[in-house]
């Protein structure tokens, strides 16, 4: 994301995975179904506490593999820190 690199998910990114990048975190899960197509969760947070992005609230946004989970979170980082996505209460 970066000159450092690519971001270091920590945790199986086949099941169930988190990043901290610099004052977010971002966790993606495999809830159910086939790993590829089948449901699955992820959430942003700023260490504030304030929500950036969360599957929940945004239910017209489903990943359908941990690959797009983890793009989805990491494009909301980088939204994140340009300013263009805000974080909203938890």
């Not at 340009?82 to 974080?87: E, K, L, Q, R, T």
Request: with cysteine; aromatic share 12%.
């Amino acid at each position: 994301m970066g000159k450092e690199g690519p971001p270091q998910w920590q945790g199986n990114p086949k099941d169930d995975c988190s990043l901290a990048f610099e004052n977010h975190a971002a966790h993606a899960e495999w809830l159910s179904g086939p790993s590829r197509g089948g449901v699955w969760y992820c959430a942003v947070y700023c260490t504030d506490g304030s929500r950036l992005f969360h599957t929940a609230d945004f239910h017209q946004i489903q990943p359908k593999s941990g690959r797009a989970a983890r793009w989805l979170c990491e494009l909301v980082i980088q939204g994140g820190r340009a300013g263009i996505v805000s974080g909203y209460p938890d």
